[in-house]
């Protein structure tokens, strides 16, 4: 079986303008302009296997969202191989974009003057999910998900638990096989989060659905994600187990979380 998401040498460098400062540079800037190259992502390596569920981790800056960006087809890399699901993502192909899906914690993607139930029934026709294949899907999510008193209450009414699972109910409503999480349970109250990783591990088990996790809640990565692959810099600096990223890191049974993930964020300076 191919794995859903391959790459090779994978390279995204951005060109910066840059200007001496004052009027004097910016006079300058105007007739010989100075640019130079950042490397967000470099000669970076990755298979992702049908329904895995991998966590992505590295402090702000590492180039988790510039890899993810080229994933999904949003940037173009500058660089390198990719394919996703089988296809180049940056050709933007609808058969592309009808088989994965993303959720991010901070961004969303309902209308928040509709009502739940309309918002999905929009989707329906945005994916042209056959009635059957709806019917069941929804039933599933409202089930899973104990949404049934929800579904006619105006989006702009829910809590942000609630609207974060009407987030997933959207965006798995068309069975992607592959599901981009961008902090998933970032402003959620402990409770609410191990709702939203009991759920995600039902997604993730009863669909098949492989998972891409990124994520700063480091109990999300810990609860959910048998692999860790950790950013650094651009560069790829991990790759393996979770929980033997962190025993690696773990000085004395029961420290704090916080102290091993800096630890752990700090490969990328001691490479």
Known sequence: ???????????????????????????????????????AVSDFDLNVEPGEFVGLIGPNGAGKTTLVKMLTG?????????????????????????????????????????????TFGLFKELYGISDENYKRNLNFFVELFDLKELLNVQVRSLSLGERMKMELV??????????????????????????????????????????????????????????SVVVGEGKKLYDGGTDALFRRFQKEEGEEIGLVVERIYAMGEKA
């Open 1 to 39: 079986m191919r794995p859903i998401i391959e790459t090779r040498g994978l390279t995204k460098a951005f060109r910066r303008f840059e200007k001496e400062p004052g009027l004097l540079g910016s006079v300058k800037s105007l007739f010989k302009r100075e640019f130079s190259e950042k490397l």
């Open 170 to 227: 959207a965006a798995l409503l068309h069975d992607p096989k592959l599901l981009f999480l961008d902090e998933p349970t970032i402003g959620l109250d402990a409770v609410a989060q191990r709702q939203m990783r009991l759920f995600l591990r039902e997604v993730n088990e009863q669909k098949g659905t492989t998972i891409l996790l990124t994520s700063h809640y480091m109990e999300d990565v810990l609860s959910l994600c048998k692999r």
């Open 74 to 118: 949003i940037i173009a890399p500058t660089s390198g191989e990719i394919e996703v699901l089988g296809f180049w993502p940056n050709r933007l192909q609808n058969a592309f974009k009808r088989q994965y899906a993303v959720v991010m914690g901070q961004k969303s993607q309902l209308f928040f003057e509709l009502t739940a139930a309309d």
